[in-house]
């Protein structure tokens, strides 16, 4: 089954729903991605700081997919803010992958305390400029962060990646999302396992033959936002990628929006700086 995909403000393509490699263990990620590209998913999204970039490049090398059928993002370390920091950090990214380009790369957090992320930006409209990466984007930014990008530098981020699950849907923030041509992409998109007992849920994901976890990526597909679950476990990495064959009926939607109570699994953008 294809992926539907979602066109980013430059025209590049992303599928909308892809794969998470964070807390993957390094020695176990090439075999990992492997079985999500076997699966069909064409998308991975790792990051420096999840040490297992070479896993990733090492499971791209060994697959029969062509390099560009595959959609790569990988994030800025936190240590990389600075522009001259940014483009090692960078550098450092892609000898770990053993790619010559990605296809996103995403300034991990914000860290507004350090104040360097519009400088940081900089450096990343650079490697754009320069053809290394095909888009650029953001991660955990909150709409001030956003504004201070578009009123000091040129590029308007592609994406936005930031924590979005039934617990914390973010309408506001993809409304200015959607109202600046940005992309919303979800992390943690399962809650990180942790709605997926509920009994509503469950009961919800039983009316249509699925299990709680296909009707929320669902969900997240009606949504419009990209959504990149993980999982290491062969079956469930199959599980969250047959969720092409139902459609959640409006009134399933008004009650998944019940859920949105602003509950983090992961740590606030305006303070999360380690
Ligand atoms: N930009 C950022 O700051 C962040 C980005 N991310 C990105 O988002 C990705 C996804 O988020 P993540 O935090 O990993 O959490 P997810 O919401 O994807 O949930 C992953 C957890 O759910 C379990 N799980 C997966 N599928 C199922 C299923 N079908 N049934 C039951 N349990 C399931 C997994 O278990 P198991 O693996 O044991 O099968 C794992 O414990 C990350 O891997 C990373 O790429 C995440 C956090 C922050
Ligand atoms: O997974 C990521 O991309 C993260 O940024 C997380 O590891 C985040 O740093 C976190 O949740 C720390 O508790």
Do not use: C
Not at 28 to 55: F, L, M, P, Q
């Amino acid at each position: 089954m294809a992926v539907p995909s979602v066109v980013l403000n430059n025209e590049v393509a992303i599928p909308q729903l892809g794969f998470g490699v964070w807390q993957v263990p390094a020695g176990d990620t090439a075999k990992v991605v492997r079985t999500a590209i076997e699966t069909g998913y064409r998308s991975i999204d790792t990051a420096a700081s999840y040490r297992n970039e070479a896993g990733v490049g090492e499971a791209i090398r060994s697959s029969d997919v062509p390099r560009d059928e595959l959609f790569i993002t990988t994030k800025l370390p936190n240590p990389g803010h600075g522009y001259d920091e940014a483009l090692r950090a960078f550098d450092a990214s892609l000898a770990e992958l053993g790619l010559d380009h990605v296809d996103l790369y995403l300034i991990h957090w914000p860290m507004p305390a350090r104040g360097k992320y519009v400088e940081t930006w900089r450096a990343l409209e650079k490697l754009y400029a320069d053809g290394r990466v095909r888009a650029i984007g953001v991660s955990n930014f909150h709409v001030p962060h956003l504004r201070r990008l578009f009123d000091e530098t040129g590029i308007v981020p592609a994406v936005n990646q930031v924590e979005l699950h039934p617990r914390l849907q973010q309408k506001a923030l993809r409304e200015f999302h959607a109202e600046h041509g940005i992309v919303t992409e979800a992390w943690s998109p399962l809650t990180q396992g942790s709605l997926l007992s509920d009994a509503t849920l469950t009961a919800l994901a039983a009316k249509y033959g699925k299990s709680p976890a296909q009707l929320v990526l669902r969900w997240h597909l009606q949504l419009g936002t990209v959504a990149i679950p993980k999982s290491v476990t062969p079956s469930r990495i199959r599980e969250n990628f047959d969720v092409f064959d139902f459609e959640l009926a409006e009134d399933d939607l008004a009650a998944l929006a019940e859920f949105d109570d602003g509950t983090r699994t992961g740590p606030d953008p305006d303070t999360f700086s380690s």
